[in-house]
């Protein structure tokens, strides 16, 4: 990414693991605990541990990089991250849902954006201890190995996650894909595209920006890519933080799933 130097990128990414590992630590003190929750606007849930993990991170992340804007799903917006050139954006807990029933899939993600694309980005699973880490131009890893997106070409037996809306069309159910169960995480289930474990997956409009800048630079570096319906790269950092229907592919594959899922104009 111009402007931004390998030493740079990998001093950040160092920053953002080991904010990322930590408050995956916290977070999974209250996992299988029942602890408080309640729903917040949107309807969505949100729990003491969210907001815990949200402030540690806020303190972590804001003392190593205080010109550093920032933008997190458990944190009031601030339109001042708009004038900043890097900016901090994160889910504490990614799969809160899934996290509140015991599922083991939530995670930590935590990105740095610069002019509306990620360059270090990390996705951490505490329960499955799984860590995934990136940076622009410097490859994706899953427990510090190389990853790379299946080869898969043909939509045929491709191995598919997503919403049951998008999956359950009648051109979905013709091109003989393998429907796996939704994953409760929109970070995990992109990031399981990325290893190569899914071939393919979807999510319905409305994704914000910390569902998925670290996993959008994850697929990237791992030579794939989370594009809208129309194949259009996302950019980060904006007045709105919400995205609409996207697919995380092989690049390759992409054309082909584009047919099925693309809506027939009426």
Request: with cysteine.
């Given at each position: 990414m111009p402007g931004i130097d390998q030493f740079t990128k990998e001093k950040d990414l160092v920053l953002l693991r080991n904010a990322a590992i930590a408050g995956g630590m916290i977070a999974k003190r209250y996992f299988?605990?029942?602890?408080?929750?309640?729903?917040?606007q949107g309807n969505s849930p949100v729990s003491i541990a969210d907001l815990e993990?949200?402030?540690f991170l806020k303190d972590t992340l804001l003392k190593a990089r205080p010109?550093?804007?920032?933008?997190?799903?458990?944190?009031?917006?601030?339109?001042?991250?708009?004038?900043?050139q890097r900016v901090f954006v994160?889910?504490?807990?990614?799969?809160?849902?899934?996290?509140?029933?015991?599922?083991?899939?939530?995670?930590?993600?935590?990105?740095?954006v610069e002019n509306g694309r990620p360059y270090a980005g990390v996705v951490y699973c505490p329960v499955r201890d799984e860590l995934f880490t990136a940076t622009s131009q410097g490859g994706a890893f899953k427990n510090d190995v190389p990853i790379k997106v299946s080869a898969k070409e043909d939509v045929e037996n491709?191995?598919?996650s997503g919403p049951d809306r998008l999956l359950s069309s009648p051109k979905a159910k013709a091109a003989s894909l393998q429907f796996q169960p939704k994953i409760g995480s929109l970070a995990y289930r992109f990031a399981m595209v990325a290893d190569?474990?899914?071939?393919?997956?979807?999510?319905?409009?409305?994704?914000?920006?910390?569902?998925?800048?670290?996993?959008?630079?994850?697929?990237a570096e791992a030579g794939g890519q989370l594009v809208d319906a129309q194949g259009n790269a996302l950019l980060y950092n904006k007045s709105s933080t919400n995205h609409p229907e996207l697919v995380a592919s092989?690049?390759?594959l992409f054309k082909r799933l584009q047919g099925i899922?693309?809506?027939?104009?009426p």
């Open positions: 299988g605990e029942n602890p408080q929750s309640w729903t917040k993990v949200d402030r010109d550093y804007g920032w933008l997190s799903e458990e944190s009031e917006d601030n339109p001042e991250r708009l004038k900043k994160v889910d504490p807990i990614d799969g809160t849902r899934a996290f509140l029933f015991n599922k083991s899939e939530w995670c930590v993600s935590v990105a740095i491709s191995l598919v190569g474990r899914l071939d393919a997956a979807m999510a319905q409009a409305r994704a914000s920006d910390w569902d998925l800048a670290a996993v959008d630079l994850l697929l092989p690049v390759k899922f693309r809506r027939d104009e």
